[in-house]
């Protein structure tokens, strides 16, 4: 079993820079990617970010230019560091972990809220 951690969610301003982190811990062997996706009432869940072990990484179009993510092999960790927040942001973030970045995640975290207030 794979579990993962996400923390850092909250309310936050338009504009602001918070960050958001996930811990992954328990028995795996075939974890190459790892990343984050997003869930806003009446929406599905969509793609965020993606990073692989070698440092590849793929962004949504939505948020490319201002989210960054990034991952330490070493601690299993990965983080998600968010720029120019905008109340369309809002939403649901969930950490995720699978075979590769072009599969669909195989576990997921909790999930943590972000609010953008305008």
């Known amino acids: 079993q794979v579990q993962l951690a996400e923390s850092g969610g909250g309310l936050v301003q338009a504009g602001g820079s918070p960050r958001l982190s996930c811990a992954a811990s328990g028995i795996w062997f075939s974890i190459n990617a790892m990343g984050w996706y997003r869930q806003a009432p009446g929406k599905e869940r969509e793609l965020v970010a993606t990073?692989?072990?070698?440092?590849?990484?793929n962004y949504a179009d939505s948020v490319k230019g201002r989210f960054t993510i990034s991952r330490d092999n070493a601690k299993n960790t990965v983080t998600l560091q968010m720029n120019s927040l905008k109340p369309e942001d809002t939403a649901v973030y969930y950490c995720?972990?699978?075979?590769?970045?072009?599969?669909?995640?195989?576990?997921w975290g909790q999930g943590t809220q972000v609010t953008v207030s305008s």
């Open positions: 990073i692989a072990r070698d440092g590849r990484t």
């Open positions: 995720a972990a699978g075979l590769s970045i072009n599969l669909p995640p195989s576990y």
